[in-house]
T-cell receptor, first 114, second 110 residues
C-alpha cells in the first residue's frame, strides 16, 4: 500500500497570508490527524478528522482549521499567518475505529513564514 | 494521558545493541506503549507497540515489566542509519491524539 502523502512538501509564505495543506491517507484509513512540529514546542496535536467530521481538537487558535472529504483526504488551512507558524506540519492516518490502532505519518509539509 | 520520561540523548557505536528506557509511572490499565522513530524533517515512523511482557518485530524488541511503569526499546546491532530521535508514547485504546515528549536523540558513531 502507498503511504501517507502530503502536498506540498515545502512552502514559503509571508505574514498575513493564508495557506492550505493537503494530506492523502493510506487507502482504507478513515481517520486523519494533523500535528505541528517546531523546535521549541515539539510535536503538538492540532485536530483529527474521521468520516468528514472533526472528532478531536488540540489547543490551537481558530486560525487553524481543517476539513475532510468523502474519500478521507484532508486539508488543513491556516489563515492570517504569523512568523510563529513556521513549522513542519505532519498528518497521520489510521483506520479510526478500532482499538490499539497505529497512526502512520506522512513526510510533512515544511512551512516557512517570512 | 500518562507522562513519559526518557533520556535526552544517547550515543552508541555501530554493531552494538542499544536499549532506550522510558518511564511512565502513571500508566493506566487501558494504556499501551508505542515507540516512534523520527529522522530530521521527516514524519515519525512507527517502530513497535506493546501492552505487557515482550514484543518483537523485524526491527526492534519492546520489554515491559509486570508493573508496566517503564518500558525498554531494544535495537539490535545498530548502524549509522539508526541515528534519529526515538519517542516513547503512552496512550489509551480510545485515544485519538498522540502526545509526544522530547524524545531521545540516538547518535550512532562509526
Amino acid at each position: 500500500k502507498a503511504g501517507v502523502t502530503q502536498t506540498p512538501r515545502y512552502l514559503i509564505k509571508t505574514r498575513g497570508q493564508q495557506v492550505t495543506l493537503s494530506c492523502s491517507p493510506i487507502s482504507g484509513h478513515r481517520s486523519v490527524s494533523w500535528y505541528q512540529q517546531t523546535p521549541g514546542q515539539g510535536l503538538q496535536f492540532l485536530f483529527e478528522y474521521f468520516s468528514e467530521t472533526q472528532r478531536n481538537k488540540g489547543n490551537f487558535p481558530g486560525r487553524f482549521s481543517g476539513r475532510q472529504f468523502s474519500n478521507s483526504r484532508s486539508e488543513m488551512n491556516v489563515s492570517t499567518l504569523e512568523l510563529g507558524d513556521s513549522a513542519l506540519y505532519l498528518c497521520a492516518s489510521s483506520l479510526g475505529d478500532v482499538d490499539r490502532e497505529t497512526q502512520y505519518f506522512g513526510p510533512g509539509t515544511r512551512l516557512l513564514v517570512l | 494521558l500518562a507522562k513519559t520520561t526518557q533520556p535526552i540523548s544517547m550515543d552508541s557505536y555501530e554493531g552494538q545493541e542499544v536499549n532506550i528506557t522510558c518511564s511512565h509511572n502513571n500508566i493506566a490499565t487501558n494504556d499501551y506503549i508505542t515507540w516512534y522513530q523520527q529522522f530530521p524533517s521527516q514524519g515519525p515512523r512507527f517502530i513497535i507497540q506493546g501492552y505487557k511482557t515482550k514484543v518483537t518485530n523485524e526491527v526492534a524488541s519492546l520489554f515491559i515489566p509486570a508493573d508496566r511503569k517503564s518500558s525498554t526499546l531494544s535495537l539490535p546491532r545498530v548502524s549509522l542509519s539508526d541515528t534519529a530521535v526515538y519517542y516513547c508514547l503512552v496512550s489509551s485504546r480510545s485515544a485519538r491524539q498522540l502526545t509526544f515528549g522530547s524524545g531521545t536523540q540516538l547518535t550512532v558513531l562509526p
